[in-house]
């Protein structure tokens, strides 16, 4: 939802993205290579993980305008500290976004951020493998098969660790994941927790 209460809908099969405004209208929006997750910021503009484009995209619904915004367009590992439109990602997943428009996003097995000031990538958990590792120590170290990332008021991060069937906390602020802290003028080394993990009858997590 953006803050107009528009709803923004991913087709990624048939590469559709779509609209619903507040009356139920459904509209089509320009065409974006294997749109994944979706994010809106606060002044309405469109945030897309273009899957197979190994970028994320930002559109402005009203005019249909295509910006990249991390990606080279080729897949690779992230460069901590390179301008995200010189960085290559791979194969982008989910989105989310911060109050100063700073952009979460997952990738190939991390997640990783794109500063809002300087524009600069930077992982902020993940050490490339999907095998489970890591709980307690700094993000960056720990082995995390990264799907979903979402923020919450004060800050700090929550991934889904899909194949290892748990949601991964990162305490952004101190560092150590015990329980969510309020922001800080020091940030520390990033630490990674189990905070959640269910099983229903198929064995599927919920």
Known sequence: LDPAG?????EWYVERIR?????????????????N???TDRLGRLYIASNHAHRIIRMD?????LETIAGT????????????????????????????????????????????R????????????????????????????A????LDVVGNVYVTDYENHRVRFIDYVTGRALVPAAPSAVQARLGTQLVGESTNYAGNVT
Do not use: E, K
């Open 6 to 10: 528009n709803l923004f809908l991913s």
């Open 19 to 35: 609209r619903v405004d507040p009356s139920g209208v459904i509209r089509q929006l320009p065409r974006v290579d294997s749109p």
């Open 37 to 39: 997750g979706l994010a």
């Open 61 to 65: 619904p009203a005019t249909g305008r």
């Open 73 to 116: 367009g080729s897949p690779g590992v992230p460069v901590n500290g390179r301008p995200a439109t010189r960085s290559p990602i791979n194969g982008p997943h989910s989105i989310a976004i911060r109050p100063d428009m700073t952009v979460y996003f997952t990738d190939d097995c991390r997640a990783n951020r794109s500063d809002a």
């Open 118 to 145: 300087t524009g600069a990538i930077q992982t902020v958990a993940g050490n490339g493998s999907a095998v489970f590792s890591g709980d307690g120590g700094p993000a960056v170290d720990a082995g995390v098969n």
């Open 147 to 150: 799907c979903a990332v979402a």
